[in-house]
């Protein structure tokens, strides 16, 4: 089985694990209702994708 021979040192564990943080995601105002919205994803709250409605939303 392969184990490892010596211990992995702290420093060696955060060099692996430093690109491992969760990121907050990008948002940007949706022109039409000017609420937060993922960029280049359909507006959840008035359905607007490049100032044309593509689903419709009930309100």
Known sequence: MAVPKKKTSAS???MRRAHAS???PALVACPQCHKM???HHVC????YYDGREVI???E
Not at 44 to 47: E, I, K, L, V
């Open 12 to 14: 060696k564990r955060g």
């Open 22 to 24: 969760l990121r907050t």
């Open 37 to 39: 919205k993922r960029p």
């Open 44 to 47: 959840p709250f008035c359905g």
């Open 56 to 58: 419709a939303v009930e």
